[in-house]
């Protein structure tokens, strides 16, 4: 199975743009979640859809937002960039299974998003 | 939510065993705890999940005392290419009614000397 595929890889852009991000989940896979990283903060969680809808949302301000399509391939976008927004940007697949007691997620190799 | 606790940095020298301490005071019963390897520019990969007891598979084992309040991953014989920073993460699964609920902890980077 091919893994979790994250375009672009590298991205520059100017403080006050926007960026959109895409994740394409492993075949099968219905939950896609979304995951900050940063030097100083670490990994932090943004968002999770399955099956189109957003079941969970981190601490991050409305300009990060995200959707999922019918084929569960996913979008984040950030509006209105700020200097702090640079990151690597790590996308997660997962099957997504109600009342699974166990769940590993897959993750990709992430978008480095540069603002300047 | 569960805070997790873990050691910033750890030396080691090739061919050692290596334990990673993960505090997580506040688990719930529904937690389960999973460690993730990252080599930089990468996202993290899955080593080994566990609920209770002790886990094991071909690269790792996974120790969790009986309040299950740490976690210990223990790296066998460790070499140059297992250095790399670990994550402890404790996570409560999806089901109806209530959104799944992560918490990373702050990493452990390893470096494994010659």
């Known amino acids: 199975k091919a893994g979790v595929t994250q375009t672009p890889r590298y991205l520059i852009k100017t403080r006050g743009q926007q960026v959109t991000l895409s994740c394409s989940p492993i075949?099968?896979?219905?939950?896609v979640s979304w995951y900050q990283q940063t030097p100083g903060q670490g990994l932090q969680f943004l968002f999770e859809?399955?099956?189109?809808?957003?079941?969970n949302k981190g601490n991050f301000p409305g300009r990060f937002s995200g959707r999922q399509f019918s084929n569960s391939r996913s979008e984040m976008n950030v509006s209105t960039l700020e200097l702090g927004d640079s990151a690597l940007y790590l996308c997660a697949s997962s099957p997504g299974q109600f009342d699974a007691t166990n769940e590993k997620l897959f993750f990709g190799s992430g978008t480095q998003l540069s603002v300047l | 939510l569960a805070k997790t606790t873990q050691p910033i940095s750890m030396d080691s020298y090739e061919g050692q065993e290596v334990n990673i301490t993960c505090s997580h005071n506040n688990i719930a019963t529904n937690d389960y705890i999973t460690w993730y390897q990252q080599f930089p520019s990468q996202g993290p990969r899955f080593i080994i999940q566990?609920?209770?007891t002790k886990v094991t598979n071909e690269v790792a084992s996974l120790f969790i005392p009986a309040d299950r309040k740490s976690s210990t991953l223990s790296l066998p014989r460790v070499s140059l290419s297992d250095t790399a920073v670990y994550y402890c993460?404790?996570?409560?699964?999806?089901?109806?009614?209530?959104?799944?609920?992560?918490?990373f902890g702050s990493g452990t980077q390893l470096t494994v000397l010659p």
């Open positions: 075949s099968g896979h219905r939950s």
């Open positions: 993460l404790v996570g409560r699964p999806f089901s109806s009614g209530s959104a799944r609920q992560l918490t």
């Open positions: 859809y399955f099956s189109e809808t957003q079941r």
């Open positions: 566990g609920y209770k």
